[in-house]
C-alpha cells in the first residue's frame, strides 16, 4: 500500500465519522518528515478520540500500524504512520497551531475526490 492510499483511508475514515475541515496536504518534496499530512477537526474533545481511533481501526484493517501515537489526553492526537502523519485537532488547537500556514508550500489535495475515490 502506497502513502496516498494510506492518507486516503485515514480522510475516509474521518469523513465517516463527521470529522470537519479534513485536508490532505503532500510534503514529500519539501520535507522528510513524511509523504503527507491529513489534518482533520473534530468539536469536541470525545469526537477527537472518536476520529482517531476510527482511523487507527481503518488504517489497522488495511494493515497499517502506527508507528507512535502522541496526545491522546489532548485536544491534538497525533498518529504517526511513518509516510503519513494524522492530526486530529479539537477546533482551538487547530486554529491556533494552524499547521496548514506552516505547510502552505505543500500540495494541498482536493479531498472532495479523495474522498470519492
Same mark, same amino acid.
Given at each position: 500500500?502506497?502513502?496516498?492510499?494510506?492518507?486516503? %483511508? *485515514?480522510?475516509? *475514515?474521518?469523513?465517516?465519522?463527521?470529522? !470537519?475541515?479534513? !485536508?490532505?496536504?503532500?510534503?514529500?518534496? %519539501?520535507?522528510?518528515?513524511?509523504?503527507? @499530512?491529513?489534518?482533520?477537526?473534530?468539536?469536541?474533545?470525545? !469526537?477527537?478520540?472518536?476520529?482517531?481511533?476510527? %482511523?487507527?481501526?481503518?488504517?489497522?484493517? *488495511?494493515?497499517?500500524?502506527?508507528?507512535?501515537?502522541?496526545?491522546?489526553?489532548?485536544?491534538? %492526537?497525533?498518529?504517526? @504512520?511513518?509516510?503519513?502523519?494524522?492530526?486530529? @485537532?479539537?477546533?482551538?488547537?487547530? !486554529?491556533? @497551531?494552524?499547521?496548514?500556514?506552516?505547510?502552505?508550500?505543500?500540495?494541498?489535495?482536493?479531498?472532495?475526490? &479523495? &474522498?470519492?475515490?
Amino acid at each position: 500500500m502506497n502513502s496516498l492510499d494510506i492518507a486516503k %483511508i *485515514a480522510a475516509k *475514515a474521518a469523513d465517516s465519522k463527521k470529522g !470537519q475541515d479534513i !485536508q490532505v496536504i503532500g510534503i514529500r518534496d %519539501i520535507s522528510v518528515l513524511a509523504d503527507y @499530512f491529513v489534518l482533520v477537526t473534530g468539536d469536541s474533545s470525545t !469526537q477527537v478520540k472518536a476520529l482517531a481511533d476510527e %482511523i487507527e481501526y481503518k488504517l489497522g484493517e *488495511a494493515g497499517e500500524e502506527p508507528h507512535h501515537i502522541e496526545g491522546r489526553q489532548s485536544g491534538w %492526537i497525533c498518529l504517526d @504512520f511513518s509516510t503519513v502523519v494524522v492530526h486530529v @485537532f479539537y477546533k482551538e488547537q487547530r !486554529q491556533y @497551531f494552524n499547521l496548514e500556514h506552516l505547510w502552505e508550500d505543500g500540495d494541498i489535495l482536493d479531498t472532495e475526490k &479523495l &474522498l470519492e475515490d
